[in-house]
């Protein structure tokens, strides 16, 4: 078969995932629900959360309207363009929007779900749990191959395989519209539940002394919200976008190999490839859930570690074999402008690559989860440092997040420099997609969190006995490992992917160098450079103004509601989920435009190179301050759980418990810190990748429209 | 006259400089010094700022007899090199100390005859202290200036004028001496002064409740010290580095003028101007002097900003007749490689840039000046949000300062455009020196704030009557704007000096591009990004640990010494002077050695345009950074103060005043951002610089030897 053909099997692997998707959905949904006050929470709850996505989606619409009839416009003439384009970005933001929609609905199914479950033990709460993240994780994936594995099909029938170009142009439509969705879902999601979160834990447990999930406390329904709309939605846009860029970046880069200029169907190969290496990584994926299952009294962790792992190990040696299969037998040569390298790449390079990004994913993930796990001496200044107050918690965490940068940009250095030797700037992104091949597991091992999270909300809140807050304890605190290793995919796929795509608008706006020695591209690098900073300082203001409306509200609520405190009266919490979610709707869009609109205006003023260099500048403080964000975030949060239990050992003997001064610094320590690492964090992952893909998206149209000044 | 004459110029202009600090240095001494209970203290400050001096030089001069040593032997043989460049190294070293120690003397002497002239009216106070400053100022650009010219008049007797390129090179062993010394006493000074403010507020003011400079608070004292050692010995070998690393960039630079390469006595000129236009500086500094007078009941600002701002007017004029002076009748071609550039650039545009430069500088300054005032919306937002507990004050002051980068970038990258527009990259040189000509009374109006400062200190500390604290107090307040605006000529100068030292460090390692699209520059990139990060996180966990150590020990003698808070016991005042100092010198090692190690580690292992790449990232995260953490710093200090006297009046109406749970919120964030403001955020203008100066030192050895691993 020829590579054309098996691009058939794109779209199959993905509706597979789509059947599993559907089955694991009916299983959790034939679950019992509990008795009638889980069932009114849950219904809360998912109501809340449906509410906000609807609300969402209907703001992204007018978004995706406008961006698509500008660029339907904009490529109505020009070669290798077509306004077909407009149609790829709907159908990336309209595939996004929809596995977001899957996800949510039946994770709000499984939380209740898992509280029944975890009545009985803690195997049926996995098994309800994991069932409910594999469903998102699978819709995403599914849904992507099927979006971008059937629009290069169709694609390739409208224009012909002779103008590839195009094809690929058309493509990166679909990539954009991707990540034009996950930024909003994620900016948007994680200033809800930031909101939410922050309002909830400073008046709620700090000021009026409830437990966590209190059903006294106004905020709680908003938190459990949010734990879905940023947890679940949030991240499954993330995800689906990195996903998707990675594939794209590869395939556009494909386009540089000499046999592939040449024509023949053989040629096709390194341009298939990086989607049946996502095919591959479905099948995996739908493998590996079969390994997630326990005993009672068995080690869910292990479970989840099959299943993860064993799924990335299987689709690095399996890449191998699907580089083969697709590879020129000759190997492939790199063009540059009409120049062919001497510098041939066989098909086993392809795999080294591959091999080198998981390798760079799992490094970052364990150096990440080192600065931020408690016991860990990072955690463990921190913590220590909280005895002489807050200051010193909150200078310790900054620093703490700072020096987390270091190791983790050394291996990405790396990992970036050796990708590109194993398969030069196709290898890099092969590294990225690497690392996202297996996303269809990640991401069910990352979504069942929140699943477990809140369950155990719904056991609090539901009177439940104490067991089961246990169990579901249990569940929730198991896939930290996971999730870290997660985190560094994240990461490190975004870093590598990012400058995948930006070598790729290089290609596509025709210039041969980014030199940041011109003033201009180091203007630009300057501007791309500060805009994390921008973005970031929006996120964190628009979490610190929601979350004093919302610390406001709940205060109001205990002053004026006679008999709330003492569990007598219902709190109104529908006020305090309509202030999250008008929040979020009003505070994602600047941020969100912004992102989309400064590459456009650069590009247009100064031209192709001076958005390379912002691009550049953007991508390295961008993965700088996600890092440091992130990090700094998970650190205060565990330098504060550090005080849970029988307390934390000072170097000079004494035990400090929970309640005492150093734990009330700790506390606020991580009110600090729930912004960077859950709102801001991981939004710029996702900023650095759009705006290169909307620098990819009009490079052609660079090409020919110089700048405005030219310097 | 030719160029090389007029050369004389510039140590003669340095003479005039330092004859005139020695006049004013009498002056200050033959004041008189008040009782013996304020000679006491003013004699312990002065102790315990020499003794650091003194330790900290010591340790210094141990680095830089191993760097000397290294640099003469690297640069033993070799075209355009010599291994003189290590006695530059030495001189530029040597220098920069003896002026911070003028300085620092000076001002230990003048801050108690501050408090002596303030018991008789304001002007004689603002007398004493700007004559104190201006022994500063005048000492930097004096010594500055003496070393240069003299350097560049010796070594160009010594290689002859036909090897101008050697005695380039030798001369950018001056400036790396001068950026290896500020560093370290930015650095060290920063967190010398900042654990001593750190512990003497936390437990002194906040816990036992003491007013500021209480005499019986055992930290005050390491606290007056550290202001002395930080504000004004490290800010005077910090702007001693950016004067000369200006001067030196531009010099460098012009080296790439065709009619310089051609030779003649005419081509001279814009290799000589640089260094006259300093010469011009200082002599506008000296007449500004005479017009910061005030009468009683005067106002004080005004005749600052008479002083500072006319003689920086007057320069900018200036500049254009010493361009005219100096530059070829017929223009300059700008070389690049072999070829002759077709744009040609006349006197006047020199002058031009220096105009860029005035107005990038003012508009920075004045929006720093925006984003950390009171009264004006980003500090009143902090305040706001202070009542809502510390987590949100931190949240909303971190919001700020990420915010603040984005106008002064935008402004910068305008700078960077025009200016190279107006003359090239000789253009941005320029425009980075038009900024710093007139340092001589910048520096004097800098260093007259903590002469101030300190006068109050010891106002308190004696027990003089509260009009002469209320003096002090109004000097101190008075030199704000200006201060402001000084900030903005140092972040600016620092972003458009390293791009200069950069592209200079292009031409001595003879590469004609550093494009960020290659892996390997794009590696060195994200690894240059991350040192800023990795540094500050040094400054900040140092100020913690020693602030930590300065708060355990001060609890102590408050538990230990019986009568300390009655008064009728003396502190340990020594122990805490000890304590800084130990972990000043300590801590600033790391920190110190990276900047200068990383560029020779990443050059000759994997070459120019990979360090090239790693400069990049430098200076777009370090400067951003540096605007950041400076903003926010500053911000917080005056959210903090916006309580003081009558309280802030909040959107409800409420005055919240010193004492609310609002108020103590914002004192932790002032805390938090000290090491901000005063450490990480200043030190980071001299990191990103001396990476370059460093680069371009070693970059005529990097033109032969290609690096270890080739990409």
Not at 363 to 369: M, N, Q, R
Not at 523 to 548: D, K, R, T, W
Not at 570 to 575: G, K
Request: hydrophobic residues 50%; negative net charge; charged residues 10%.
């Amino acid at each position: 078969m020829n590579p054309s053909q098996l691009a058939y099997a794109v779209p199959a692997a993905g509706a597979l995932a789509l059947a599993y998707a559907f089955w694991k959905a009916s299983w959790v949904r034939a679950q019992p629900a509990g008795n009638d006050k889980m069932k009114e929470i849950a219904g809360l709850i998912q109501e809340g959360a449906m509410a906000f996505l609807g609300r969402e989606y209907k703001v992204l619409a007018v978004f995706v309207a406008i961006v698509a009839v500008l660029l339907g416009v904009a490529n109505m003439s020009g070669a290798d363009q077509s306004p077909l384009i407009a149609g790829a970005f709907v159908l990336g933001a309209f595939t996004s929007g929809l596995a977001g929609y899957f996800g949510m609905r039946i994770a709000t199914d499984a939380n209740v779900r898992t509280t029944q479950a975890a009545t009985i033990g803690l195997s049926q709460a996995l098994d309800v749990a994991f069932s409910g993240g594999a469903v998102m994780g699978m819709s995403v994936v599914g849904l992507a191959t099927i979006g971008l594995g059937g629009s290069y099909i169709a694609f390739s029938m409208i224009f012909g395989q002779d103008h590839l170009a195009t094809t690929m142009s058309v493509l990166t439509g679909f990539s954009m519209g991707a990540s034009s969705i996950a930024l909003f879902a994620r900016v948007g999601g994680g200033i809800y539940t930031k909101a939410a979160d922050v309002g909830a834990d400073l008046v709620g447990k700090v000021e009026a002394g409830l437990p966590e999930d209190d059903p006294r406390n106004p905020a709680v329904i908003a938190d459990n919200v949010g734990d879905n709309v940023g947890d679940v939605a949030g991240m499954g846009a993330d995800l689906f976008e990195s996903y998707v860029g990675a594939i794209v970046g590869a395939m556009v880069l494909a386009m540089n190999f000499q046999t592939v200029q040449v024509g023949g169907s053989e040629a096709m190969g390194p341009v298939v490839l990086p989607m049946l290496i996502a095919a591959g990584g479905i099948l995996c994926s739908i493998v590996g859930t079969f390994f997630v299952k326990t005993r009672e009294g068995g080690n869910p962790q292990l479970a989840l570690d099959l299943g993860a792992f064993g799924a990335a190990g299987t689709m690095a040696v399996a890449t191998f074999g699907l580089a083969k299969l697709m590879w020129p037998a000759a190997g492939a040569a790199v063009m540059t402008g009409d120049t062919v390298s001497n510098l041939v790449i066989q098909w086993w390079q392809v795999g080294v690559a591959t091999v080198v990004g998981l390798g760079t994913g799992v490094a970052v993930g364990l150096i990440t989860s080192y600065y931020c796990s408690m016991g860990k001496r990072p955690v463990d200044s921190i913590v220590e440092q909280s005895r002489t107050g807050t200051a010193t918690n909150i200078i310790a965490g900054l620093g703490v997040g700072m020096q987390s940068t270091a190791a983790p940009i050394l291996v990405l250095a790396a990992g970036v420099v050796l990708s590109n030797m194993a398969a030069g700037l196709y290898g890099v992104a092969i590294a990225a997609l690497g690392m996202l091949s297996t996303t269809g597991i990640q991401l069910a091992v990352d979504a069942y969190g929140p699943i477990a999270d809140n369950a155990g909300g719904i056991a609090e809140m539901s009177h439940q006995p104490a067991e089961v807050r246990e169990r579901t304890d249990k569940l929730d605190a198991v896939g930290n490992t996971t999730a870290a290793i997660g985190k560094g995919f994240a990461i490190g796929s975004a870093a590598m992917t990012a400058l995948a795509l930006f070598v790729a608008f290089m290609q596509q706006a025709q210039i041969s160098s980014i030199d940041v020695s011109k003033p201009i591209v180091m203007a630009g690098c300057f501007i791309g450079g500060m805009l994390p900073f921008l973005f970031s300082a929006f996120a964190m203001n628009a979490v610190g103004e929601a979350a004093m409306e919302m610390i406001t509200e709940v205060r109001r609520q205990f002053r004026e509601i006679p008999g709330l405190l003492e569990g007598t009266a219902l709190p109104d919490s529908a006020r305090c989920v309509d202030i999250s979610t008008a929040a979020a709707l009003k505070k994602m869009v600047v941020p969100g435009a912004m992102a989309i609109i400064s590459p456009v205006v650069m590009g247009f003023l100064f031209g192709a190179e001076a958005l390379g260099g912002m691009l550049a500048g953007c991508t390295v403080t961008g993965v700088l301050l996600a890092i440091f964000m992130s990090n700094a975030g998970g650190a205060w949060d565990n330098a504060k759980k550090s005080f849970e239990g029988e307390g934390f050992k000072m170097p000079d003997g004494q035990f400090h418990k929970k309640g005492s001064p150093a734990h009330q610094a700790a506390v606020v320590g991580d009110t600090v810190g729930d912004p960077f690492k859950d709102t801001a964090g991981p939004s710029l992952n996702i900023l650095v990748k759009l705006m290169s893909v909307v620098a990819l998206v009009i490079g052609p149209l660079l090409a020919t429209y110089k700048g405005l000044f030219i310097f």
